[in-house]
């Protein structure tokens, strides 16, 4: 059974928790994590760069000058790619990157990820963070105390609470994700993971529908 340290909400120290061995102590298949990575990257890419050809600038109609007898290169148009103000050669046009995976590969490499992290000793459970106001100064004592602070964190909560996100936001390196939106990328980016025992609870007893 792996474990992972627990802590209070503050920050301080409880003892040890027992991670659910389905999801943390899985057999790690780098191949799919790494195709789920790059899946994530296509698919924030809105895909809208253009770049204009010789046929979308303006101009050009007319030959330059005579084809023989000036002493200098031949040319056709103005708006050649050779010539300053001309088209662009094989440049970039609208597209779509977005790549597609299966449920259960992303479900695969959503647990080979969280497997290896909790092998690494990257895993760190806290109790659920009950904030009702916004409270960015004791939010960073927390990371402090857990020695995670300046790190990249990946906070994983059960449930959105507002508060808990504008307490992180302005505290460089941390994300708060949901568990039910938690996906590979997010693992393999953050440095150390914090996870709520909701989150935690939620995520042992399987996943939702996605």
Not at 141 to 155: A, C, I, S, T, W
Request: aromatic content about 6%; overall charge positive.
């Amino acid at each position: 059974m792996i474990t992972a340290k627990h802590y209070q909400q503050d920050g301080t120290e409880k003892g040890t928790q027992d991670l659910p061995s389905g999801v943390f102590e899985c057999e790690i298949n780098e191949p799919v994590v790494h195709q789920a990575v790059l899946a994530h990257l296509a698919n924030q890419r809105q895909g809208t760069a253009k770049a204009k050809g010789r046929t979308d600038v303006r101009g050009g109609g007319k030959k330059p000058y005579k084809q023989k007898g000036t002493g200098r290169a031949r040319a056709g148009t103005i708006r050649s790619p050779l010539w300053r103000g001309g088209g662009v050669v094989f440049g970039p046009h609208p597209r779509e990157y977005r790549q597609a995976m299966p449920k259960k590969m992303r479900r695969l490499a959503l647990n080979s990820s969280l497997s290896s992290r909790a092998k690494s000793g990257d895993i760190i459970v806290v109790d659920d963070l009950n904030y009702t106001e916004p409270k960015t100064k004791t939010f960073a004592g927390m990371l402090k105390n857990v020695d995670v602070y300046q790190k990249k964190v990946l906070v994983v909560l059960d449930k959105s609470n507002h508060f808990v996100v504008r307490s992180a936001r302005n505290i460089e390196g941390v994300r708060v994700t949901l568990g039910r939106m938690l996906n590979a990328y997010d693992v393999v980016w953050a440095d150390k993971i914090i996870l709520t025992q909701s989150a935690l609870k939620a995520m042992e007893e399987g996943p939702r529908n996605e």
